[in-house]
């Protein structure tokens, strides 16, 4: 899988939108862009994933650059639930056999959310 | 609700023993994972079935083992082999294995594991 690059930690306050940017400037035309979150001492949670075009759930929204080459995960108003490591994921879904289908976590971002 | 259950949440074990660790899903997903995960560390994987019956060893199966004799079930025993089992161990499910069937998985909460 391709490599992503994530900030180390941000910061914000509750109530507030968060954008927390993802560069992947190896993408190949193949690579779905996935985000996951883990809160502390629990398993990592599916927040969001896209192709190309931007997305929209309940949890979350995904900004991917025209190039691809970057992506922004936007949490519109930062609970204190919110907190947790966020890991941007590159995944080729046409890679088949073998450890391919781990997921490979790199450190994430920590997200800090101040009251 | 679906969802994985992982029990216990905490597990000690002693030198020369093996212990197992439960994993049961009620998603009727396929594919079943196990990862370990060490302080400020992403992922690893070790263990993956695609099938009741069926496991492939992932990027570090040394010193564990699994079965999948039901599709909700996927157990995993670290044995006295695993010199250093001390970590977070996660069990995850995902509809099947390839393409877009792969993802997203889903996980559960999680088994610390620590050595007495």
């Known amino acids: 899988d391709a490599k992503t690059t994530q900030p180390n930690s941000m910061e914000s306050n509750e109530e507030e939108p968060v954008h927390l940017p993802c560069n992947h400037s190896t993408i190949s035309g193949t690579d779905y862009i996935h985000w996951y979150r883990q809160l502390p001492s629990q398993g990592p949670e599916y927040v969001i994933h896209?192709?190309?075009s931007n997305v929209n759930n309940r949890m979350a929204s995904l900004a991917i650059a025209e190039d691809r080459k970057s992506s922004t995960l936007i949490l519109h108003r930062a609970t204190l639930r919110d907190a947790a490591v966020y890991y941007c994921i590159l995944r080729d879904v046409e890679s088949e056999g073998g450890s391919n289908y781990k997921l490979t976590f790199g450190k994430g971002t920590l997200l800090t959310v101040n009251p | 609700d679906g969802g994985i259950t992982q029990s216990p949440k905490y597990l000690f074990r002693k030198e020369g023993q093996n212990v197992t660790l439960s994993c049961e899903q009620n998603l009727n997903h396929d594919a079943m994972y196990w990862y370990r995960q060490d302080p400020g560390q992403g992922l690893r994987l070790i263990y993956y079935s695609q099938i009741v019956n069926d496991f492939q060893k992932g990027d570090i199966a040394e010193g564990y083992s699994v079965s999948r004799e039901k599709k909700e079930s996927f157990p995993l025993t670290v044995t006295s082999a695993q010199k250093n089992p001390t970590a977070f161990y996660l069990c995850?499910?995902?509809?099947?294995?390839?393409?877009?069937?792969?993802?997203?998985?889903?996980f559960g909460d999680g088994t610390r594991l620590s050595i007495l």
């Open positions: 896209g192709l190309t």
């Open positions: 995850a499910s995902s509809i099947g294995l390839g393409g877009v069937l792969t993802l997203p998985q889903h």
